[in-house]
């Protein structure tokens, strides 16, 4: 498939059906929720710009796997020259967005989990890596926006994963069946979550012998039956109407099941 347009972005979002809350309310379609819709505007904004022939060069790779033209949001870093086109891109679009752009920590994760892969099959023998350069490949192709979820609630700080009296302090595995795992447990601050195509889960601490089933990697489309996105205050929403206000809270996942 080739490239996302604004467009291509938009529809795909409204193809979907994401289960989310805005305000305390369920929302029916996150494209048309005015208070959702200054973030799909800015993650259109990476979209058009890969089509600008001035700017093709920064917002696009090769990728390594097909040898297509991919985002560069879905590009893998193999080279300093990938590292340093990867800041001007930040840059430019900082520039032209004045604000955040929703896809870095998805792109970070990326690479991370392919890495990470590679190393544990190393060591292990395991068939992680190939799994992993199999879904890269279906990113790219069809230009996925992506969220990465890093950080548990994490409930009692002083307390290791297991100890929490409310287990969905952090994303564990709960059942293994033949076709894969089911996972349940919570992730705060999944900035572009609400608007991606999907969510790439990643342990947020330090694990150790004993919690194994906290130490899960994997993508959830954004979709997915059991995932709820709980869509907090933000920067653009109604607090200049209400005279201000001293709290604030980004957005958060709650994955139910697998």
Do not use: W
């Amino acid at each position: 498939m080739p490239l996302k347009t604004p467009g291509d972005y938009v529809e795909s979002l409204r193809n979907l059906h994401i289960c989310a809350y805005v305000a305390g309310e369920r929302i029916d379609s996150v494209v048309d929720h005015p208070m959702v819709a200054p973030h799909i505007n800015t993650v259109a904004k990476t979209y058009e710009l890969a089509h600008a022939p001035e700017h093709r060069d920064l917002l696009t790779a090769t990728s390594h796997l097909s040898g297509d033209a991919v985002h560069r949001y879905t590009h893998i870093f193999s080279s300093v020259d990938d590292l340093v086109k990867k800041i001007q891109m930040l840059r430019l679009l900082g520039q032209m967005t004045g604000t955040c752009f929703q896809r870095c920590v998805g792109l970070d994760a990326l690479n991370a989990a392919y890495a990470a892969s590679f190393e544990v099959d190393e060591a292990r023998g395991t068939h992680y890596h190939e799994r992993f350069r199999r879904y890269l490949l279906d990113v790219q192709t069809n230009d996925l926006m992506l969220a990465g979820a890093m950080t548990d609630p994490k409930g009692h700080r002083a307390k290791r994963p297991s100890e929490q009296e409310d287990p969905d302090q952090f994303v564990r595995v709960v059942e293994r069946r033949p076709d894969g795992v089911v996972i349940r447990g919570a992730k705060l601050h999944n900035t572009g979550g609400i608007n991606s195509h999907e969510i790439l889960v990643l342990p947020g601490t330090g694990l150790m012998p004993g919690e194994e089933d906290y130490a899960i990697a994997c993508a959830v489309p954004a979709d997915a039956e059991g995932v709820v996105f709980i869509f907090g205050r933000q920067s653009n929403d109604s607090r200049k109407l209400e005279g201000g206000c001293d709290r604030a809270c980004a957005f958060f996942c709650v994955s139910v099941g697998g």
